[in-house]
């Protein structure tokens, strides 16, 4: 099945720029209103795609890769749930119609009469680190965001695997497996694993072929420095082994660097007239008044700049530099979070989540534009 096509709504297709910044680009920034990726600059590029969850029951492709398959009556939107769960328990205390409030709480929509069958969905996400912005257009020329998905699974193993694996996740999350039905290449799978992109990475090198795969009889291009797309229809011809081979050029190291990395005491502490504050209560927008609550002390004599070294941090004179938490943390609800799932909010929620002092204190990387 193919999804996203003409830009779709249900696709739900989109790319979200984190830490966006003026394209400066040597070769130009211009763009057009109808490209899909953003024109400027950003440290980090999202993008999500979202296939189908509903089947017609009869073909397994189609003349379009589309017609077989469908999204169901609510586009495709999953977690009504978390929308009227505080209706949900005000009817009820107000009512005992409880079957009118079962009938609002549903996780995804129901399939057209005509694409009957629920199929899990698939969703596709990717990013890429440090996005130069400008214009970037697809193989064929266009700017609609599209992907296929070929299944090669086999029939009884996965839908055993859909019949037993369970966790609490509602939709696709990097961090919800089914670790005890499928192998992962890279590691064990745990849960509340909190891998930095640069520890995935290096995790997966080692199974990378060796020496690295040869594209000579695919394409005569180098790699690195592609400033034009080839156009056409593939003819699936290879290149003979023995024709063009151009090397890429090989991946420079640099020694890591050593850093004094620090993080905020994520409670509150207590003060002498028996308040009990935050770091995030420290952290005023007026400087003046951020520096005086940095050399307040505790109850126990401690300098409040010794709970919260990010917050009270001399930007330009750095002692230490802000690094998130390894690992769960937990909150003041019993619930445990990590970074990552910080990490992978768009700026609107993750400004909302990083008003919770104990993610912010716990996050100060992921929640930098908001300390």
């Known amino acids: 099945m193919v999804t996203g096509n003409n830009g779709m709504p249900e696709a739900k297709a989109g790319a979200e720029c984190v830490g966006a910044s003026p394209c400066e680009r040597a070769d130009g920034c211009a763009s057009d209103d109808t490209s899909f990726f953003p024109s400027t600059a950003c440290a980090e590029l999202e993008v999500s795609l979202s296939f189908p969850t509903c089947w017609d029951g009869i073909n397994i492709d189609s003349e379009d890769h589309r017609s077989h398959v469908n999204y169901d009556l609510d586009g495709g939107f999953f977690g009504k749930i978390k929308n009227v769960i505080v209706c949900a328990l005000f009817c009820l205390y107000l009512s005992d119609r409880t079957d009118d409030i079962k009938s609002i709480i549903t996780i995804d929509g129901e399939c057209p009469s005509t694409h009957p069958y629920k199929i899990p969905q698939i969703q596709l996400f990717f990013r890429i680190k440090e996005y130069a912005g400008g214009k970037h257009t697809f193989a064929d020329g266009t700017s609609i965001y599209h992907a296929d998905y070929f299944s090669g699974w ?218």
């Open 154 to 371: 086999d029939e009884t193993f996965l839908q055993t695997v859909l019949d037993e694996c369970f966790n609490e996740s509602e939709a696709a999350m990097p961090d919800a497996w089914c670790e005890d039905h499928v192998t992962f290449l890279d590691a064990p799978k745990v849960f509340d694993d909190n891998k930095s992109d640069d520890d995935i990475v290096s995790n997966l090198l080692p199974f990378q072929p060796d020496p690295a795969f040869d594209t000579s009889t695919i394409t005569s291009e180098a790699i690195d420095g592609i400033t034009s797309l080839p156009r056409g229809a593939c003819t699936g011809t290879l290149i003979p082994s023995e024709g063009p081979n151009p090397s890429p050029s090989p991946p420079t190291t640099e020694p890591p660097i050593e850093y004094n990395f620090c993080q905020d005491y994520d409670e509150k502490m207590e003060f002498s007239n028996g308040a009990l504050l935050t770091c995030k209560w420290v952290g005023s927008k007026r400087a003046r008044l951020r520096q005086r609550r940095c050399k307040q002390r505790t109850v126990d004599g401690q300098l409040v700049s010794e709970f919260c070294p990010v917050t009270c941090l001399d930007k330009s004179n750095p002692s230490c530099v802000p690094k998130d938490v390894e690992g769960t943390f937990p909150l003041f609800n019993g619930k445990t979070r990590s970074c990552n799932f910080v990490k992978r909010k768009g700026n609107r929620k993750k400004r909302k989540l990083c008003k919770n002092f104990v993610i912010l204190a716990n996050c100060p990387e992921s929640c930098g534009d908001y300390l």
